[in-house]
């Protein structure tokens, strides 16, 4: 299972915990932009979030909590990131998705929490990635909301059955006790403050793996 670790909520500044994972055994930098609309928090600081990024080791997962994600997908593809993850919820999908892959990026679909699973199953064909979103995007610190469980089972099952290639990543308020939870059923997963609100990086990663 690959760990992708989000450095919304640190104790360290971002340079300084994006330099400690880029050393670290995250196997991706999970990177979470909110513009203010479609959550109410916002952090899309184009010019700050490339400069911090661009010249780092580890293959980035960049998470857009964002309305309109498609004017941003050309200028954050200049970071060969390694996904774009856009939302369900937002508008013209599938244009999105379509543009993030003209850019030789793997795209993503992250569904929230109270988003039925049937709305991501005309995509599935298409994507490289679904994130579940196990809390309500916005914030990191929060506690996993159990009927995620739910979710990722069917994904998984479905996944096995259609025989699809997509991977299942799951995000928030993953830790050393919820990740028995989703571990059967995932790729990946998603985890901020457990890794970065502690002083060892390495032994946070180690636990969730
Ligand atoms: C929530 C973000 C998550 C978050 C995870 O809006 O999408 O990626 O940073 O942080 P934790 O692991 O602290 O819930
Ligand atoms: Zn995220």
Redesign the pocket.
């Known amino acids: 299972m690959k760990v992708a670790v989000?450095y919304?909520?640190s104790q360290k500044s971002k340079e300084e915990t994006l330099s400690l994972l880029d050393k670290s055994l995250a196997d991706f930098i999970?990177v979470?932009l909110?513009d203010g609309v479609f959550?109410s928090e916002n952090n899309l600081n184009l010019e700050e979030t490339i400069s911090l990024l661009k010249d780092r080791q580890k293959p980035l997962d960049i998470?857009l909590?964002v309305k309109e994600p498609i004017k941003i997908v050309s200028q954050l593809s200049f970071l060969k990131p390694a996904y774009i993850t856009i939302h369900v919820e937002t508008s013209n999908v599938e244009e999105c998705l379509s543009a993030i892959k003209k850019h030789q990026v793997r795209c993503g679909l992250a569904i929230n929490p109270e988003t039925k699973i049937e709305t991501i199953y005309p995509y599935l064909e298409f994507i490289d990635q679904i994130l579940v979103?196990s809390?309500h995007?916005?914030?990191?610190?929060?506690t996993f909301i159990s009927d995620t469980v739910e979710k990722l089972k069917s994904l998984s099952t479905l996944k096995k059955e259609k025989n699809l290639s997509f991977l299942i990543s799951v995000?928030?308020?993953?830790?050393k006790e919820t990740i028995s939870l989703v571990k059967d059923y995932v790729d990946m997963v998603?985890?901020?403050?457990?890794v970065c609100m502690h002083d060892e990086y390495n032994a946070q990663i180690n636990l969730l793996k």
Do not use: A, E, T, Y
Not at 137 to 142: M, N
Not at 171 to 175: A, E, K, L, T
């Open positions: 989000s919304l909520k999970h979470d909110m959550v998470h909590m979103m809390v995007p916005g914030k990191g610190g929060q995000d928030g308020g993953i830790n998603v985890s901020g403050s457990f």
